[in-house]
Nanobody
């Protein structure tokens, strides 16, 4: 069992930056690949970024490549999402998910989710 808690969301102007954190409970965190997804009102939850259990592999959605960076600190049971050059279309609730397999881009494949953190980018 893995419990996830996201934090770091907020209101930011276009072009600004935010860093999201997702902290996991349990000693098995380091065995899970982690991912960030987002969901805007009326839209399906979409893949943003993923990182392998060791941190050696990462994957990004085309919409965020070059602007967002995913990283993890297994000693702190935490995965991060650094978001730069934010755009109004990045506005969504951001969720972190955990799964033993790396690189899953469909939300239905993930067994564990946090409660989400709201990111709002104003123009």
């Amino acid at each position: 069992q893995v419990q996830l808690v996201e934090s770091g969301g907020g209101l930011v102007q276009a072009g600004g930056s935010l860093r999201l954190s997702c902290t996991a409970s349990g000693r098995t965190f380091r065995t899970y690949a982690m991912a960030w997804f987002r969901q805007a009102p009326g839209k399906e939850r979409e893949f943003v970024a993923a990182i392998s259990w060791s941190g050696s592999r990462t994957d990004y959605a085309d919409l965020v490549k070059g602007r967002f960076t995913i990283s993890r600190d297994n000693a702190k049971n935490t995965v991060y999402l650094q978001m730069n050059s934010l755009k109004p279309e990045d506005t969504a609730v951001y969720y972190c998910g955990a799964d033993p397999s790396f690189g899953l881009t469909y939300y239905g494949n993930y067994d564990y989710w946090g409660q989400g953190t709201q990111v709002t980018v104003s123009s």
